[in-house]
């Protein structure tokens, strides 16, 4: 049984198994490349010619598409606007007892609205007279003919 359990001789000192590495022969090794210098300058001379021209190609780019452009940012400008703010109102809606105050403040706003301008006839010309007024700041004073 002792012969079985025993484990063969390894020698561990000997280095006939371990492989050497030896440098690679003389043809394998890469020849230099003297072309790869002269693509390199006329890359970096296109890239720079390129860079130098680039404000040209943005200002003829601009002035030609100015329109569409301002009223692309102008919409992208009114929709992050538009969720920031909503952002901000339910933040607020949030906070406790904020919200039923917003409402009770509309609620007293709407009531000194009609109360000043929508129960008596004299106050609903004053009105009138007023939105009028703000209608041709906006959109002129060119009056329509009336039928």
Known sequence: MESQLQQPDVNTTSSEGIGTL????????LPPAPETNEQWR????QISAFL???PDYIGRFFNE?????????????AIITVKVVLAVLDALNDIPLL????ELIGIGYAAWFVNRYLLK???RQELSEEIQALKQQVIGSQELPES
């Open 52 to 54: 130098a021209e680039l």
């Open 42 to 45: 006329r890359l970096g001379a």
């Open 99 to 102: 919200s039923p105050t917003f």
């Open 65 to 77: 598409y100015k329109q569409p452009i301002i009223s692309i940012g102008l919409i992208l400008t």
């Open 121 to 123: 006839a004299s106050s």
């Open 22 to 29: 030896e440098p690679a022969p003389l043809a394998r090794q």
